[in-house]
């Protein structure tokens, strides 16, 4: 996580809010030295604070697991469904959306249970314009981290696995979007920010500004945040996991 030092506490503060365009009720806060005047300019230290969004997934706790293990676990669970894979359903009047939340969810609460997790799935049906379905399903309850992991890599991974179990009792491809406490919505507002700010800088300071490395999902909602600007433009520049979003000035 960034941390800023200056002459103070407070100094330092305001210098990680503006760097990170939060405001202090969006950010989570961690003084890790007061720092130290000195005497006559001499023997002195700077402040230094560390500063995250309060949307970035908690650490996982010693009671969960890491990264890796949680992605174990959800691996394990896809297993255990993937069994039933070639069964038949059992509720032939059942449509086929109710019967594709039913498999996702139950897919879902099968990776809880495995990982001592107690939540509550939401789900619900969304339609485009063209009447596609886009099927949500939102975990909510407490201490959730450790299914959304650094850079929701493991909140993606989880998506994916829902995904594949659809495939395998469905036979087709569907659009399952899967949340955790309304994360990729809260996230989604805070790059849309982000995006107007940074762009604004760009455009006053007459400079490219370059935003930190982002995964595909979240460059997109860049791009896409400014694609009707005529006064900047969007680029994606590096290799992998270090591509990031640079916002040009026309």
């Given at each position: 996580?960034?941390?800023?030092?200056?002459?103070?506490?407070?100094?330092?503060?305001?210098?990680?809010?503006?760097?990170?365009?939060?405001?202090?009720?969006?950010?989570?806060?961690?003084?890790?030295?007061?720092?130290?005047?000195?005497?006559?300019?001499?023997?002195?230290?700077?402040?230094?604070?560390?500063?995250?969004?309060?949307?970035?997934?908690?650490?996982?706790?010693?009671?969960?697991?890491?990264?890796?293990?949680?992605?174990?676990?959800?691996?394990?669970?896809?297993?255990?469904?993937a069994e039933l894979a070639e069964e038949p359903s059992q509720e032939s009047s059942i449509n086929e959306e109710e019967r594709i939340l039913e498999i996702v969810t139950d897919f879902l609460q099968g990776l809880l249970d495995r990982m001592g997790l107690t939540a509550t799935i939401e789900s619900f049906v969304l339609r485009d314009e063209g009447g596609e379905p886009t099927y949500r399903l939102n975990i909510v309850g407490d201490d959730l981290g450790i299914l959304i992991g650094r850079r929701a890599e493991t909140l993606e991974s989880i998506q994916y696995l829902a995904r594949l179990v659809v495939n395998q009792r469905i036979h087709r491809w569907h659009r399952i979007e899967v949340d955790v406490e309304n994360y990729k919505r809260r996230r989604e507002q805070s790059l849309q920010r982000l995006a107007r700010n940074m762009a604004d800088r760009a455009v006053h300071e007459g400079r490219t500004v370059v935003l930190e490395p982002m995964p595909p999902r979240e460059r997109r909602l860049i791009h896409l945040a400014l694609r009707d600007r005529d006064d900047v433009r969007t680029e994606s520049i590096g290799e992998g996991n270090e591509r990031k979003v640079t916002i040009i000035p026309l």
């Open positions: 996580m960034p941390e800023f030092e200056a002459r103070t506490v407070k100094e330092a503060i305001d210098k990680g809010l503006k760097a990170l365009e939060l405001t202090a009720e969006e950010a989570i806060i961690e003084v890790l030295d007061e720092g130290r005047s000195g005497v006559f300019g001499m023997g002195g230290r700077p402040a230094r604070v560390r500063i995250s969004p309060k949307e970035e997934a908690k650490a996982p706790s010693a009671a969960t697991s890491s990264l890796d293990d949680s992605l174990e676990e959800a691996s394990s669970a896809l297993d255990d469904v």
